[in-house]
C-alpha cells in the first residue's frame, strides 16, 4: 500500500479561501468522490472530493486555515486493489498514447489536454463532442452526483422547450440541506422539454429533462471555456456568452481514468446557502434566509441579522450590497435620533414637514447641549417605563422659617430659597427609601444600590439645560447647601461647569416653581431611579378636621423607573418627602 497527498484543486483565479468544515477524521475509510474538507471563498463554497479510495492518514488543515491551489490538505494510504488499478489504467494510458498520438492534443510544453470526445457527464451520458461526430439524436439528462444527498427539492427551472443550451448551461436549481446548486446541461444541443417541475424531490440519476444534441455545424467552440493556463475545465473559470463565475463541466477525463478536482455542481454566491455554517457560529436563525456564504461572513463580520435585510437579488437574495445599504441607513438613522430624538427603536419616524410653505421661517442651529439634551431624554423615555405619583405638601410653616431667616441670610451675603430646604428632605427620604437610592446594573441581574446621597439640580440656562450635582446631601447643614446651589447657578449660568459637577448623581430635582404650573411629569434622569418635579406654590382651602383654614400648598410630582421602584415603595417615599416638607423638624428624629 502507498500514501498520496491530496492537494488543493483548482480553485478558478482564487488567491486564498477559508477551510470551513473537515469532512472526514483521521482512520476514516474514504471512498471515491467521497468530501474530504469544504472550502469557502469570495464566490462560493466548494467540497474538495477524494481522487481514490483509501484510509485518511494524517489531516494537514484544520477549520480556519486558509490554502490555496496545490496546499496539501491530507495524506491517504491507498488499499492494494486501488493500487493495481492505478497502475494497470496508467499501462492503458500509454498504450493508447502510443497506438493514436494523433488523437491526444498536446501543447507546445507537452501538457495534454482533454478533448471533447474523451469525457463524459456524471450520469454516463456521452458529451456534446461524442454526440457531434454522429446524426443529432435526443438523450435523457439524468441528475448527477449530488452529494450523497437522498432527495432535492427543485426550487427553479431555468430552461424552457425549445430553448439552445451550450454546455454548463443551468437547466434546473436545487436545494440540498447544505447548499443551493444548479443542474447543468451536460451537452450542448437543444432542450426538448423538462420532466419536472418547482417542488418536486429528485436524486442521484432520476431523469430531469430530455435534449437533442447538436449536429457537427451547430458544434459551439468549447474551448473558450477551457482555462488558458491548463487546458482543462475549472469549476470556477467563467462561462462564455457573459454567464456568471460558477458555472462548469462535470466532465471526466478517461484517458487518465480520474475525475477532475471538482466534482460538484458549483454554486455561485447568489445561489449558495450554508446553514451548517452558519449555526456552527451560533447563527442558525440567519440560516433560514436565502443568502450566500460570502454574504453570510460579510454579516457575522457586521453583526446584522440577515432576517431584517431587504435582499435585492433573484428570488429576494440577499448580496453583498444589501448588507452595505442596510448598515448605511441604520447609522444614519441612530444619528439623526441622536441629534433630533425624532424617531427611536421600531418608531416610524415623524414626516417632514415644510413649514415654508405656511409662512416666513428661519432655521436655527441646535447648539451641542441641545443635541444633548434630547438625545438623553429621548434614549430615557424609550428604555425606562415611567410612573408619575402626585401630591402636595403644606409649605406653610417652612416658609415662615425661611422667611424668619431671611436677615441671617443677608449677614452671610447669601441668599436663601426654597431648593436648600428640598435638598435636605429628599436627602432624608432616599436615606430612609433606599430602593429611590438605586439603579439597574448592566447585566439585568442587580441593583446598584448607593451608600452615598447625591442630589442634581435642573438648572434652566441661556444655553440650555445643565444638571449639577450637589453631592453628601444627607451630611451637610442648611447654610452649605445653600452656598453649594448658588455657587452651581451661577457657574450653570456662565457655563463654567465642568463634566464632573455634573456626573454622579443619586436623584434628581427639577423645579419650575419660580415659571409657574400646577404640575408636570420629569423624565427620569437615567439611570437615575426618580426625579422629583416641583410647580408653583398657591394658597389653597385645607380642611382641618373642624374648619378650613388657607395653606400654602406645594405640588409635587415624582416619575420613577418601574424597573427599580414599585408603587408602594413610591407611596412610602412620598409620604415621608411630604411629612418633612411640612415639618421641618422630623429631620431631627
Known amino acids: ?51 481514490q479510495a483509501g484510509q485518511v492518514k494524517k489531516l ?20 492494494a486493489d486501488e493500487t493495481d488499478a492505478a497502475e494497470e489504467s496508467a499501462a492503458s494510458d500509454k498504450l493508447d498514447d502510443a497506438a493514436q498520438p494523433e488523437e491526444n492534443n498536446e501543447t507546445s510544453d507537452g501538457v495534454e489536454k482533454v478533448t471533447e470526445s474523451e469525457a463524459v457527464n456524471k450520469s454516463g451520458n456521452q458529451t456534446e463532442s461524442a454526440a457531434a461526430k454522429s446524426p443529432a439524436v435526443e438523450e435523457d439528462v439524468l441528475v448527477p452526483d449530488i452529494g450523497g444527498a437522498d432527495a432535492v427539492e427543485v426550487i427553479e427551472v431555468m430552461a424552457a422547450s425549445g430553448d439552445q443550451l451550450a454546455e454548463g448551461d443551468g437547466i434546473l436549481v436545487v436545494e440540498t440541506d447544505k447548499a443551493s446548486m444548479e443542474l447543468p446541461a451536460p451537452f450542448a444541443g437543444e432542450l426538448i422539454r423538462v420532466t419536472v417541475k418547482v417542488g ?28 488558458e493556463k491548463t487546458g482543462e475545465d475549472s469549476a470556477f473559470s467563467p462561462a462564455e456568452k457573459g454567464e456568471p463565475a460558477g458555472k462548469a463541466s462535470s466532465e471526466t477525463d478517461m484517458s487518465s481514468g480520474t475525475k477532475p478536482d471538482v466534482v460538484e455542481a458549483p454554486v455561485t454566491v447568489e445561489e ?22 460570502a454574504s453570510r461572513a460579510l454579516a457575522r463580520e457586521l453583526g446584522v441579522d440577515l432576517r431584517k435585510v431587504s435582499g435585492s437579488g433573484p428570488r429576494n437574495r440577499i448580496l453583498k450590497e444589501d448588507l452595505h445599504e442596510y448598515v448605511k441607513s441604520a447609522v444614519a438613522k441612530s444619528e439623526n435620533a441622536a441629534a433630533t430624538g425624532a424617531t427611536g427603536a421600531g418608531i416610524p419616524p415623524i414626516p417632514t414637514v415644510d413649514f415654508a410653505r ?61 431648593l436648600p430646604f428640598l435638598l435636605k428632605a429628599c436627602g432624608h427620604a432616599l436615606a430612609v427609601n433606599p430602593s ?18 447625591h ?58 416653581g419660580a415659571i409657574g404650573g400646577n404640575g408636570f411629569t420629569p423624565i427620569v434622569n437615567a439611570p437615575e431611579a426618580a426625579i422629583l418635579g ?48 411640612a415639618d421641618m423638624r422630623r429631620l431631627l428624629l
Open 60 to 79: 494537514l488543515v484544520k477549520e480556519g486555515d486558509k490554502v490555496s491551489e496545490g496546499s496539501p490538505i491530507l495524506e491517504i494510504e491507498k488499499s
Open 272 to 293: 449558495s446557502d450554508e446553514p451548517d455554517v452558519a449555526s456552527k457560529i451560533g447563527d442558525a436563525a440567519s440560516a433560514e434566509v436565502y443568502a450566500g456564504p
Open 358 to 418: 405656511f409662512g416666513e421661517i428661519e432655521m436655527v442651529p441646535l447648539q451641542k447641549i441641545h443635541k444633548l439634551t434630547a438625545a438623553n431624554m429621548q434614549r430615557s423615555w424609550l428604555n425606562v417605563p415611567h410612573v408619575t405619583q402626585f401630591d402636595e405638601a403644606d409649605i406653610t410653616e417652612l416658609e415662615a422659617f425661611r422667611h424668619s431667616l431671611k436677615a441671617e441670610a443677608e449677614k452671610k451675603n447669601s441668599r436663601l430659597t426654597l
Open 455 to 512: 442630589i442634581g439640580v435642573a438648572v434652566d440656562t441661556p444655553r440650555g439645560l445643565v444638571v449639577p450635582v450637589i453631592r453628601d446631601v444627607d451630611r451637610k447643614g442648611l447654610w452649605q447647601l445653600t452656598d453649594e446651589v448658588n455657587e452651581m447657578a451661577v457657574k450653570a449660568r456662565e457655563g463654567k461647569l465642568s463634566a464632573a459637577e455634573m456626573q454622579g448623581g443619586c436623584f434628581t430635582i427639577s423645579s419650575l
Open 200 to 227: 418536486d424531490k429528485i436524486a442521484t440519476g432520476d431523469k430531469i429533462a430530455r435534449m437533442k444534441t447538436m449536429s457537427d455545424s451547430d458544434q459551439p467552440d468549447t474551448t473558450a471555456k477551457r482555462d
Open 534 to 581: 416641583v410647580s408653583k406654590s398657591q394658597i389653597k382651602p385645607v380642611w382641618d378636621g373642624a374648619e378650613f383654614k388657607p395653606k400654602l400648598m406645594l405640588p409635587l410630582s415624582v416619575s420613577y423607573d418601574h424597573r427599580i421602584v414599585n408603587g408602594a415603595d413610591c407611596g412610602r417615599f412620598f409620604t415621608c418627602l411630604v411629612d418633612v416638607i
Open 1 to 51: 500500500m502507498t500514501s498520496e497527498t491530496i492537494l488543493v484543486p483548482d480553485l478558478g483565479g482564487a488567491d486564498t479561501v477559508d477551510v470551513i468544515e473537515l469532512c472526514v477524521a483521521v482512520g476514516d475509510t474514504v471512498a471515491l468522490e467521497q468530501s474530504l474538507i469544504v472550502l469557502e471563498s469570495d464566490k462560493a463554497t466548494m467540497d474538495v472530493p477524494s481522487p
Open 436 to 453: 429611590f437610592n438605586r439603579s439597574l446594573a448592566r447585566d439585568g441581574e442587580h441593583f446598584v444600590e448607593k451608600k452615598y446621597i
